[in-house]
């Protein structure tokens, strides 16, 4: 029987910014040969001719897109908030993979927290988090794969299998030096799990100790930088509060990080989904 490809979701407000995302989302989706819904949330509210119009804008848009790049784009508009509409949308049409665009960190956002990282709490589909249009249409050389303590660590390893193996991915894993040996042991096991599962994928892999400096999301974002990294991976925190919204957790540092790197990102809970069925049914 015949599977379904999943598709990449974009969300759409008409922005430069979501261009950027839309472009980002060609890119993966002509690599991987698969398909994209554009996804406009309004309010719901919204009267029957104001959601018209605003379906007619999104279809010439998207004629444009499909002329230029001959690929196939669909539209979807639904009523609701961004920070829970896109993350249902993508769950309950199982899409792929979400690509977002985000203007970082800015003005108000500094006070209440990264936008883009509270859409993608709670989503069982990762996202990929964008500020810049593709700087090329090439695919990722070097993906950055950060390792701590923390047991979800794992969880974003199938995604570096998935992109090592079609978008011919050198894996670089950061590890941090550590001096405790409680943590240094759960350390421990999660680069040896990655490394184990690399190495039987026959994925190309390199190790890095980072100095100890306190600050491991920052010292990765630094050596993003250094290799020119075409994407970052990173697993969300479990169990996100308040507070890491309103004093930054790591990922919300490397989501808006200064150098515009493309960033991955997995929420613990979406361990369960198959990324092997990324764009398969």
């Known amino acids: 029987m015949e599977t379904k490809k999943r598709f990449i979701?974009?969300?759409?407000?008409?922005?430069?910014?979501?261009?950027?995302?839309?472009?980002?989302?060609?890119?993966?989706?002509?690599?991987?040969?698969?398909?994209?819904?554009?996804?406009h949330i309004v309010s719901k509210n919204i009267t029957v001719l104001e959601k018209e119009k605003a379906q007619l804008v999104l279809e010439e848009l998207i004629e444009?897109?499909?002329?230029?790049?001959?690929?196939?784009i669909e539209s979807?508009?639904?009523g609701g908030?961004?920070?829970?509409?896109?993350?249902?949308?993508?769950?309950?049409?199982?899409?792929?993979i979400v690509v977002m665009g985000t203007h970082g960190m800015k003005g108000m956002q500094k006070i209440t927290g990264s936008w883009a990282l509270k859409v993608i709490v709670g989503s069982k589909i990762p996202f990929i988090v964008v500020q810049e249009k593709p700087s090329d249409w090439e695919k990722f050389k070097n993906i950055v794969f950060p390792v701590d303590f923390r047991s979800e660590s794992k969880e974003k390893l199938q995604w570096a299998i998935?992109?090592?193996?079609?978008?011919d991915s050198k894996v670089h894993i950061l590890k941090q030096k550590i001096t405790d040996k409680s943590l240094l042991r759960k350390t421990n096991i999660n680069l040896n799990f990655a490394i184990k599962y690399l190495t039987q994928n026959r994925i190309e892999y390199e190790?890095?100790?980072?100095?100890?400096?306190?600050?491991?999301?920052?010292?990765?974002?630094?050596?993003?930088?250094d290799i020119n990294a075409d994407l970052i991976l990173l697993t969300s925190t479990r169990n996100i509060t308040l507070a890491n919204y309103m004093l930054g957790a790591q990922e919300q540092y490397i989501i808006a990080n200064s150098s515009r790197i493309p960033v991955l990102?997995?929420?613990?809970?979406?361990?369960?989904?198959?990324?092997?069925?990324?764009?398969?049914?």
């Open 9 to 39: 979701l974009i969300p759409w407000d008409n922005t430069e910014i979501a261009e950027n995302a839309l472009l980002h989302g060609i890119k993966i989706a002509k690599m991987v040969d698969t398909s994209i819904v554009l996804l």
């Open 76 to 78: 979807a508009i639904v």
């Open 265 to 281: 990102i997995v929420n613990p809970m979406a361990s369960f989904a198959k990324v092997g069925q990324f764009m398969y049914g």
């Open 162 to 167: 998935y992109m090592g193996k079609y978008f």
């Open 207 to 225: 190790i890095h100790e980072l100095p100890k400096t306190g600050n491991f999301a920052k010292d990765s974002l630094a050596f993003s930088q």
């Open 64 to 72: 444009r897109y499909i002329k230029e790049y001959k690929i196939l």
């Open 81 to 96: 908030s961004i920070f829970s509409a896109i993350s249902e949308y993508a769950n309950d049409h199982e899409a792929g």
